[in-house]
């Protein structure tokens, strides 16, 4: 599989809507609709074992692993397998890490996929980046996280390219709507993709485009979702509503980040559920912390996953209902 082909096994997406890619298949000389138009990314070399350009079976199920380690949790990782301290841990220390990551996944581990894991680790420019070319150097804690990081990075920057069909650095707002509506559980997807076609007749929409740096921002709102949704939870109680200077504020104040007018247009868009001007908050929670929970959790990671990515990519307590 591709670089874009790992990003669609762990993020759901839907077609660009700036493309016909609508249908499964293809004829002969039409572009193939798994296929994106990016560039090879050098992050991914570091696991290019066969220096072929494609992710391996066994990249497979050492990058599915490292993905379903929670951005907060980075850190506590690392220090958990750092016997002595030392703020480093060597390459036997981090197959641990992987192994103990492995067993703790939704699905359970089989032996033949545990050695396929380690096999990952012990060879490919994947242990030369790590632990240097004899495998013997020691992982430092800061670039531990930066590694992960980069990684988590990288699935985003090929999710937006997945949308960004023309090259554009921008998406539509119906790409970006998609983008945010994809993890939603079955019972309510349907509801949310009925709000998101209804922008192709709405001309505030007609002109607006999301930049990377707007998509990375949402992205990180995701992240700080707990503080992010006791405010507005705890705002909603005491005041009954919630508007979108409200939530621009709750972003700024809570989280640290500027969310620019036209995200949170296509946020009050899909989530404000009777037209009111104001959010709803439990829907607008339960959909992020979906897409958040469901990267952790990855998909399959056995064979079965593999090919399955390969084949097709294309109440009264709001926390008891959104985070059961």
Known sequence: MTPADLMRAVVPVFPPSESNLIREGHLKGERSPGHLFCPPSDFFMLFDVNGDGLISFRE???????????????????????MDNDGEIDK??????????????RHSVRRRDERLT?????NGRMVEYLFGKDGKGRLKHDKFVKFISDLHDEILRLEFVHYDFKSQKTISAKDFAHSIVASAD???LNKLLERVDEMNDDAR??????????????????????PLSLALFSF????????????QR????????SLSNNVVKIVF?????????????????????????????TVETGITGFLSCCWSCTDTSPYSQLFS
């Open 92 to 105: 036997e220390e981090f197959k641990r890490v992987v192994t103990s990551i492995r067993s703790h996944s």
């Open 205 to 226: 929409f007609n002109n607006v485009r999301i930049t990377i740096e707007e998509f990375k921002n949402f992205a990180e709102l995701r992240k700080k979702l707990v």
């Open 118 to 122: 380690d096999a990952s680790i012990e």
């Open 236 to 247: 909603a109680k005491v005041n009954g509503l919630l508007t979108r200077d409200d939530f």
């Open 60 to 82: 497979y199920l050492f990058l599915v692993t490292l993905l379903s380690i929670p951005e907060s949790s980075f850190s506590a990782v690392f220090k958990m397998f750092d």
């Open 250 to 257: 709750a972003a700024s104040s809570v989280c640290g980040l």
């Open 269 to 297: 868009h899909l989530f404000d559920t009777n037209g009111d001007g104001n959010l709803c908050s439990n829907e607008f929670v339960r959909v992020l912390h979906r897409r958040e929970r469901d990267v952790g959790r």
């Open 186 to 188: 079955v019972s309510h």
